[in-house]
């Protein structure tokens, strides 16, 4: 299984990014994938989720109405649409996938590798 992320920066608080994450390996129909970010210092936490169909999704209460997750399924890719982004939302980004979701980083089955954001005040 690969999970590649990508679309990380450097952009000036207000502004907006968003991540690509591309999926391969195997067929990820029902599975539940999202994004974890860690901050320097800080565990790595939840931001987001979405069910394989995008029917379901979730986030972490500090990113709602600013972030949207969404799926691709014809190209096996999920994207975060980052919003209104303050020097809080800092982080090395991970795509991630498991059979259902999970707000554990410890319990995440898959992971891609981390994308960089960096949010200038």
């Known amino acids: 299984v690969q999970l590649q992320a990508f679309g990380g920066g450097l952009v000036q608080a207000g502004g907006s990014l968003r991540l690509s994450c591309a999926a391969s390996?195997?067929?990820?129909?029902?599975?539940?994938m999202g994004w974890f970010r860690q901050a320097p210092g800080k565990e790595r936490e939840f931001v987001a989720a979405?069910?394989?169909?995008?029917?379901?999704?979730d986030y972490t209460d500090s990113v709602k109405g600013r972030f949207t997750i969404t799926m691709e399924k014809a190209k096996n890719q999920v994207y975060q649409q980052m919003t209104s982004l303050t020097p809080e939302d800092t982080a090395v980004y991970y795509c991630?996938?498991?059979?259902?979701?999970?707000?554990?980083?410890?319990?995440?089955?898959?992971w891609g590798q981390g994308t960089l954001v960096t949010v200038s005040s």
């Open positions: 390996g195997r067929t990820f129909n029902s599975y539940v």
């Open positions: 991630n996938a498991d059979r259902s979701v999970t707000y554990s980083a410890s319990q995440m089955r898959y």
């Open positions: 979405t069910s394989w169909t995008g029917g379901w999704t």
